[in-house]
């Protein structure tokens, strides 16, 4: 014990000594909290639409002027010719165009169907799935208004009842795009600097040959990795403090569940990032490599974690895969306990998988670990 | 200029001769394309929707069989209250629900306002949103069906222009291509460099017969032939898997991307020039290059969602006009008509960057 404790007492000398790594550990957080949460989102607003009327009726009108009250949409031209409406998607201008075309407000009249056309320049990915579901809720809530319009002129009549459908989005009532990265971010946030400093200390002791002279200690396997993990490990448990309180008190984040369960979840978590960390170690020789690869790995771990887009979007073989990924289990433990208030029954399955995670990588480093230079 | 072949052949050793990060180079396109084909999407089906059904009668069973029948949704669970719902929220289990009043039957038979909830997990908003626009045209499809004889529909027909499958590989390819390019050709120079003055041969290298542009020539060279090569492997790549259209003129593309390499290239010699030490030069590059590609060209991220601060940020980010330029010839396949700004832009940075950086090579010199 008093082995592991000097050896740990040595690393948290050599982090608060390295003004870099200092900077790294407290500075980097802050920063990427504030630069992420504002650029890493996917919130559509103010769309651009340019607008071919070809019916130019009260109806039309009616129907565009929705578009621009409804708040997602800004209309940027009108005309009568398709052509020019073309090129306005062509030149990115316009991000959707809507068409209504003639005797648009006479097919209106009666029952029946009066299609109008909507292109959605799909250039922009994600946006356009989105933008196309704004246009459509806006074309049926018109519809239902003229049906509805319709039906209180004449009598009820039975059989033609009309459901009404009130709608509730739960745990982000106003949509803030911020509130769902945040908790996201924390996670990257922990994982990058765990796995990191984990990966460029070891590759640096590899580096300076002074790892050769701690093989040569009395120290066990066990003892090294322990002692090695435990420093980065408690910086990672502030950089997340320091993250939530960013969150909380600069962003105005909500947390709905108990930030001592999440602590709980990270102080799990982190021995399985950090396990990466030391895995990565052992495929590098130098601090360059050790970033390198780290960066490439961690890469691939992030974009599969449901950080950025969800997981149930990800093609099925690609969904399995994430299984086995641990940052997918803590988004989602973060992510349940800060957005929706989770408790522990109900983030119980990632928090198992976790633990056998971290379990495992620990049991793999310690027996890698091999006290020689290869 | 066989001193200048000498210096491109060390290079070429020196890169060679670095395994670990040569299969970092050569891997990381193609894992890229995999992962964000198959991993960056977006798209919503197969909604896990539960059911709230106090009281099942003719109605709500009709409605049901519709809203499973539609393929969209897949009822994983029907309770009969409603506060059983969150703990299967929480879990994810389910991602949206249908609360049903009791009595719905018997209330649309005598022709009353029937009420009937939509709950959305909307902790992503856009999901939340889809999901919830999915689930209300489904009902008023199934309501049509089932009750209304003869109602007014406005029909909005829906064309995706220029990706009508809304295929992300697509979309992530040209900022694929971007974000490689600049791995390669600005992290890669500036280390190349950097390594050069930290182990003190920068200074062999200046007194040797080469001028100074040679000694930038040969340093890029080699990494101007694997980014070249990656790009064109991405290209192909996504092309054989994903099917990706190359609408526009191949000759332009290259000629883009050429520009765009020669933007990162100097990048990378100019913080190469600034800085001291391979680390610096290494976080420099990832700050200064690879997270604004990444973040502010608009490859993953919209940019007019940010905040006006980082979009006028994004105007000195050259991976946000080389996207632009290389989604507009390859997804819409226009030319230099539309695109001129863009390249323009790009020449004009390419220019001043690689003045700016042949000068500070220069200051070193005296």
């Known amino acids: ?374 | 200029m066989s001193a200048l072949a000498g210096l491109v052949r060390k290079e070429v050793y020196h890169v060679l001769r670095d395994r670990r990060t040569l299969v970092v180079l050569v891997l990381l396109p193609a894992i890229q394309v995999v992962l964000f084909g198959y991993a960056i999407r977006t798209d919503v089906d197969r909604v896990r929707l539960a059911i709230v059904d106090p009281a099942p009668d003719a109605a709500t069973t009709a409605l049901r069989d519709r809203i499973a029948g539609s393929g969209t949704f897949h009822i994983v669970r029907v309770l009969p209250r409603a506060d059983m719902l969150e703990p299967l929220f929480q879990r994810g289990d389910a991602q949206a629900a249908l609360v049903f009043e009791p009595r719905l039957a018997a209330q649309m038979g005598r022709g009353l306002p029937a009420r009937l909830l939509v709950v959305a997990d909307a902790t992503e908003p856009n999901t939340g949103s889809i999901l919830q626009a999915y689930l209300v045209a489904a009902i008023q499809n199934a309501e049509r069906d089932l009750s209304v004889p003869a109602a007014k529909r406005v029909l909005p027909q829906v064309r995706m222009a220029f990706n009508p499958t809304r295929e992300s590989a697509h979309l992530f390819v040209p900022g694929l291509m971007a974000f490689v390019l600049t791995i390669i050709s600005a992290l890669m120079t500036a280390i190349s460099l950097a390594r050069e003055k930290e182990t003190g041969t920068m200074e062999a290298l200046l007194v040797s017969p080469l001028r100074p542009w040679q000694i930038v020539v040969g340093k890029v060279a080699p990494y101007l032939a694997i980014g070249f090569a990656s790009a064109l492997s991405i290209l192909l790549e996504a092309r054989l898997v994903f099917d990706v259209p190359l609408r526009g003129s191949l000759l332009l593309l290259v000629g883009e991307g050429l520009l765009f390499i020669l933007v990162s290239l100097a990048l990378g010699i100019l913080i190469s020039a600034r800085t001291a030490s391979q680390r610096v030069a290494m976080m420099g590059t990832l700050v200064g290059t690879m997270l604004p590609t990444m973040l502010l060209s608009g490859f993953i991220f919209p940019i007019e969602s940010m905040p006006p601060l980082l979009q006028a940020l994004s105007y000195v980010v050259p991976a946000r006009y080389f996207v632009l330029v290389a989604r507009g010839i390859m997804l819409k396949g226009i030319g230099l008509t539309y695109l001129w700004r863009e390249t323009l832009v790009l020449s004009l940075m390419a220019v001043a960057l690689l003045a700016l950086s042949a000068h500070s090579l220069h200051e070193r010199l005296e």
């Open chain 1, 1 to 374: 014990m008093r082995r592991i404790l000097f050896l740990a007492r040595a690393e948290v000398l050599h982090v608060v000594r390295d003004k870099a790594t200092l900077a790294q550990v407290l500075v980097l957080p802050v920063l990427q909290l504030l630069v992420l949460s504002n650029a890493a989102t996917f919130a559509i607003r103010n769309t651009p639409m340019y607008v071919v009327d070809f019916d130019h009726s009260q109806a039309s009108r009616d129907l565009v002027r929705r578009f621009s009250a409804s708040g997602h949409f800004r209309i940027i031209g009108e005309t009568a010719s398709p052509a020019a409406a073309d090129e306005a998607l062509l030149s990115g201008d316009a991000t959707m165009v809507l068409t209504v075309p003639a005797e648009f407000e006479q097919r209106l009249a009666r029952p029946g169907v009066a299609p109008v056309q909507l292109a959605v320049n799909a250039e922009k990915g994600s946006a356009a799935g989105i933008v196309q579901s704004y246009a459509s809720s806006i074309v049926s809530a018109y519809e239902r208004d003229l049906n509805d319009a319709a039906a209180s002129r004449g009598a009820p009549r039975p059989g033609a009842a009309r459901l009404e459908i009130p709608v509730r989005n739960w745990y982000n009532a106003d949509l803030n795009y911020r509130d769902y990265m945040v908790p996201g971010i924390l996670v990257a946030l922990v994982t990058m600097i765990g796995t990191l400093l984990t990966a460029q200390n070891i590759a640096r002791e590899k580096e300076l040959g002074t790892l050769e002279q701690l093989n040569v200690t009395p120290i066990t396997r066990a003892q090294f990795i322990t002692a090695k993990l435990l420093p980065f490990w408690a910086l990672a448990m502030i950089d997340l403090a320091i993250g939530l309180a960013v969150a909380r008190f600069a962003f105005d984040v909500p947390m709905r569940g108990s930030l001592l369960l999440l602590f709980g979840a990270a102080a799990v978590y982190l021995v399985a990032a950090l396990g990466i960390g030391l895995w990565i170690s052992t495929l590098v020789e130098t601090q360059q490599q050790a970033m390198f690869v780290t960066f490439f790995i961690l890469n691939v771990y992030l974009l599969m974690s449901g950080l950025f887009t969800p997981i149930d979007s990800m093609a099925p073989w690609v969904e399995a895969v994430s299984q086995l990924n641990p940052v997918r289990h803590f988004v989602t433990i973060s992510r349940a306990i800060l957005i929706k208030g989770a408790g522990a029954p109900e983030i119980a399955r990632p928090f198992a998988i976790l633990t056998v995670y971290a379990a495992a990588m620990l049991a793999i480093a310690i027996r890698q670990h091999q006290k020689r230079t290869a």
